[in-house]
Structures are given as structure tokens and as C-alpha cells.
């Protein structure tokens, strides 16, 4: 398994994630890592471990067909996803658009959607979700599975990172505990015709990633397809600025 990038990132990389504040990079995993970690989300799903955070959106929602699972902070108790977190290209690709010497791994959050799954991720941010505040904060989201249109592709506004906004957070389960007193962000599906929007999205293969800033605007639509599911593990990284912001309606921090 390849604990560098497969391939360098650039400078060019650097300055289009600092210009669209979303990038995709392809071919960064080996099959090796991708495989494995295929295994430990299938294991995840069904964890009973005491310390999973399980989201089972589908079933919260009433939904009838497919499954939306998220699971997060799986590092803390499963040694698979700790080492994918510690010690895959992961942290390199990070420090690397960042420009820092050193990052601090902050969590990981499995995202699966199964065929048939008509829950759609809304448009957010993730920053208004998070108990931090900075810059230097950024999420690594790696194609376990092949992504495409048809089974939830995950899209981007280029440049919606420098709005000035902080949307509410967009919790896909609706939780109340998370209920804000912030601007809603807006369904930008219904936006696509708008000339002062650009919609970054990529189709993927298995180990390629995108990358995207915490305040900059995302979400996919349901999964559509009768018979691929997708999956992805999205890994978010702290650099120098990063500071403890305990505000309301955040998510708690085991420990």
C-alpha cells in the first residue's frame, strides 16, 4: 500500500484548490488500499462497537428503498481506518494544498449510498457543522467505488468558499439538536442555468479523490442507479490556524 500520492501534486494543483477551493485528483490510492478499505466500511456498516456514530439517513428520513449510511470518527476504534487516516496519502495530500509542514488528522467519515437510495445530500458547507473555526482545515474524499451522475456524484460551486458566507449546518437526517438560527443554504440544483454559478463535478474511479475547502458549497443527489452503490471515506485535516470554537449546534468531539 502507498503511503505517498502516486502521482506529485503540483503547483497548478495548488493554485486551482486555492481558486475553486475544490480539486480533483486522480489515481492518488493503490488498489491495495482501496480493497481494504472497501472491507472495513462493509465491517463498519454493521458495527456494533459502542463508540460508532452511526447515521442511518434512509431509515430516519422513511425512506423505503436503498440505505444512506454515515459513520464517523471510525478511526477511534477501528485499526483499519486509523492507519488509512495516520499513514495512507491522505495527509500528504493534504499538507501538501496547504502548504504546511505538519497536519493534524481531525476525523473520518464514511459516506455510502446504496442503489436505490432516493435521499439526496443536501448543498452545504462543512465548516458551520464543525466546533473549530480556520483556513487550514480541508477534506480528502476518496471513490472506493466508481462515481458517476446516475449513483450521487458529488458537485461543487467553484469559488464558494471566498462567498463570505456561513451557511446552517445541513444535517442529512434532519436532527433537530443541530436546528440554527443561520442562513439555510440554498438548493443550488435548481440553479444550474444561473451564468454567475460554475458546478465543479468529476466522474471517479476507485482511489481517485476530490479535495474541498470547509466553507466551500457541496452536495449530491440521491443514488438512482438499480444496481451500483457508492461508496467514498472522506478524511478532514487541520493545519496551523485551526482553533477550538465550541458554538451552538455542533457536533460533539469524543474526548
Given at each position: 500500500?502507498?503511503?505517498?500520492?502516486?502521482?506529485?501534486?503540483?503547483?497548478?494543483?495548488?493554485?486551482?484548490?486555492?481558486a475553486?477551493?475544490?480539486?480533483?485528483?486522480?489515481?492518488?490510492?493503490?488498489?491495495?488500499?482501496?480493497?481494504?478499505?472497501k472491507?472495513?466500511?462493509?465491517r463498519?456498516?454493521?458495527?456494533?462497537?459502542?463508540?460508532?456514530r452511526?447515521?442511518?439517513?434512509?431509515?430516519?428520513?422513511?425512506?423505503?428503498?436503498?440505505?444512506?449510511?454515515?459513520?464517523?470518527?471510525?478511526?477511534?476504534?477501528?485499526?483499519?481506518?486509523?492507519?488509512?487516516?495516520?499513514?495512507?496519502?491522505?495527509?500528504?495530500?493534504?499538507?501538501?494544498?496547504?502548504?504546511?509542514?505538519?497536519?493534524?488528522l481531525?476525523?473520518?467519515?464514511?459516506?455510502?449510498?446504496?442503489?436505490?437510495?432516493?435521499?439526496?445530500?443536501?448543498?452545504?458547507?462543512?465548516?458551520?457543522?464543525?466546533?473549530?473555526?480556520?483556513n487550514?482545515?480541508?477534506?480528502?474524499?476518496?471513490?472506493?467505488?466508481p462515481?458517476?451522475?446516475?449513483?450521487?456524484?458529488?458537485?461543487?460551486?467553484?469559488?464558494?468558499?471566498?462567498?463570505?458566507?456561513?451557511?446552517?449546518?445541513?444535517?442529512?437526517d434532519?436532527?433537530?439538536?443541530?436546528k440554527?438560527?443561520?442562513?439555510?443554504c440554498?438548493?443550488?440544483?435548481?440553479?444550474?442555468n444561473?451564468?454567475?454559478?460554475?458546478?465543479?463535478?468529476?466522474?471517479?474511479?476507485?482511489?481517485?479523490?476530490?479535495?474541498?475547502?470547509?466553507?466551500?458549497?457541496?452536495?449530491?443527489?440521491?443514488?438512482?442507479?438499480p444496481?451500483?452503490?457508492?461508496?467514498?471515506?472522506?478524511?478532514?485535516?487541520?493545519?496551523?490556524?485551526?482553533?477550538?470554537?465550541?458554538?451552538?449546534?455542533?457536533?460533539?468531539i469524543?474526548?
Amino acid at each position: 500500500m502507498n503511503h505517498a500520492p502516486l502521482r506529485p501534486i503540483t503547483d497548478a494543483d495548488r493554485a486551482l484548490f486555492a481558486a475553486d477551493g475544490a480539486i480533483c485528483l486522480r489515481g492518488m490510492f493503490d488498489r491495495e488500499w482501496i480493497e481494504r478499505m472497501k472491507r472495513a466500511v462493509d465491517r463498519a456498516m454493521n458495527a456494533e462497537h459502542p463508540l460508532a456514530r452511526r447515521r442511518e439517513v434512509t431509515q430516519a428520513l422513511g425512506g423505503t428503498t436503498g440505505r444512506y449510511h454515515i459513520n464517523s470518527f471510525v478511526w477511534q476504534w477501528d485499526p483499519d481506518f486509523r492507519d488509512w487516516g495516520m499513514h495512507s496519502p491522505n495527509a500528504q495530500i493534504a499538507a501538501e494544498l496547504m502548504q504546511a509542514d505538519s497536519v493534524r488528522l481531525f476525523y473520518d467519515q464514511v459516506f455510502v449510498k446504496e442503489p436505490h437510495t432516493v435521499e439526496m445530500t443536501d448543498w452545504h458547507q462543512d465548516l458551520p457543522f464543525w466546533p473549530i473555526r480556520g483556513n487550514d482545515v480541508l477534506s480528502v474524499w476518496v471513490a472506493l467505488t466508481p462515481v458517476t451522475p446516475e449513483n450521487s456524484q458529488l458537485e461543487y460551486i467553484a469559488g464558494s468558499h471566498k462567498w463570505g458566507k456561513f451557511y446552517a449546518a445541513a444535517i442529512p437526517d434532519k436532527d433537530p439538536l443541530f436546528k440554527s438560527d443561520l442562513e439555510t443554504c440554498p438548493n443550488f440544483s435548481t440553479m444550474r442555468n444561473d451564468p454567475n454559478l460554475r458546478f465543479l463535478h468529476w466522474e471517479l474511479e476507485p482511489g481517485d479523490c476530490t479535495v474541498h475547502h470547509p466553507l466551500t458549497v457541496h452536495g449530491s443527489e440521491g443514488n438512482f442507479s438499480p444496481t451500483k452503490g457508492r461508496s467514498a471515506i472522506s478524511t478532514r485535516y487541520m493545519g496551523a490556524d485551526v482553533r477550538w470554537d465550541p458554538r451552538p449546534a455542533t457536533m460533539k468531539i469524543t474526548g
